[in-house]
């Protein structure tokens, strides 16, 4: 059962480049998001999708796009990337529905250094 | 001011001893709160639910007062293995499975 699993484990980037932050889940989840962790701040919603064909903004979304074409997958795009994107990178998936006990699951994480 | 403040730690206790993290939320609309566990160089895993008539699972205790908008999770005869940074979270509004975490605490628990 492999659950959410995120691609690249680690990610070195150079100021100004792209990439894509792969994120896909098996559980048919039909809400995916994406958080950043940096030491002290915890972890911030950058973007989150509740279904296909359907994104929005979280609190720190500057910087990042996404997309949602099918249920099991949500890529993170960096379209530039600058060195205070330097963060852990977690996806995370869960059943959506507002039932008390939504437990989000999340990936293993992407470690990315912008230099 | 974030929209979840949890103590910051590090709260360095013995084996045995009891332990109580708080954590506050500011969005009053907010539905459903959690406490996640996370280790070192991992993700965050769901420790338990929080309900509003507060709940226990084993040694952990959590409880929830919304009048207040705070959260609190009680450990009691705290293990080496408890060792792990606590993140509460809270789910903004009804049916949007938007969730804010707080910055999380530290906890050490040494022989």
């Known amino acids: 059962n492999a659950g959410v699993t995120q691609t690249p484990k680690f990610q070195v980037l150079k100021t100004g480049q792209s990439m894509t932050l792969q994120c896909a889940q098996d559980m048919n989840h039909e809400y995916m998001s994406w958080y950043r962790q940096d030491p002290g701040m915890g972890l911030r919603l950058i973007h989150y999708?509740?279904?296909?064909?359907?994104?929005d903004q979280g609190e720190v979304p500057n910087g990042y796009n996404v997309s949602r074409s099918t249920t099991e997958d949500f890529p993170l795009r960096l379209l530039s990337a600058a060195p205070s994107q330097t963060s852990v990178y977690f996806c995370a998936s869960s059943p959506w529905g507002g039932a008390q006990d939504t437990e989000a699951f999340f990936g293993q994480g992407t470690r990315l250094t912008v230099v | 001011r974030k929209e979840v403040e949890q103590d910051p730690g590090p709260f360095n206790v013995p084996e045995g001893a009891t332990v109580a993290f708080n954590c506050t939320y500011s969005n009053s609309a907010s539905q459903s709160f959690f406490w996640y566990r996370q280790d070192c160089r991992k993700e965050p895993k769901l420790l338990m639910s929080?309900?509003?008539s507060g709940n226990e699972d084993g040694r952990f205790t959590a409880q929830l007062n919304r009048a207040s908008q705070y959260i609190s999770l009680l450990i009691r005869d705290s293990k080496l293995s408890d060792s792990a940074t606590y993140l509460c979270?809270?789910?903004?509004?009804?049916?949007?499975?938007?969730?804010?975490f707080g910055a999380g605490t530290r906890l050490t628990v040494k022989p």
């Open positions: 979270a809270v789910e903004r509004g009804r049916r949007n499975n938007d969730m804010r």
């Open positions: 999708s509740v279904g296909a064909g359907i994104t």
């Open positions: 929080v309900y509003s």
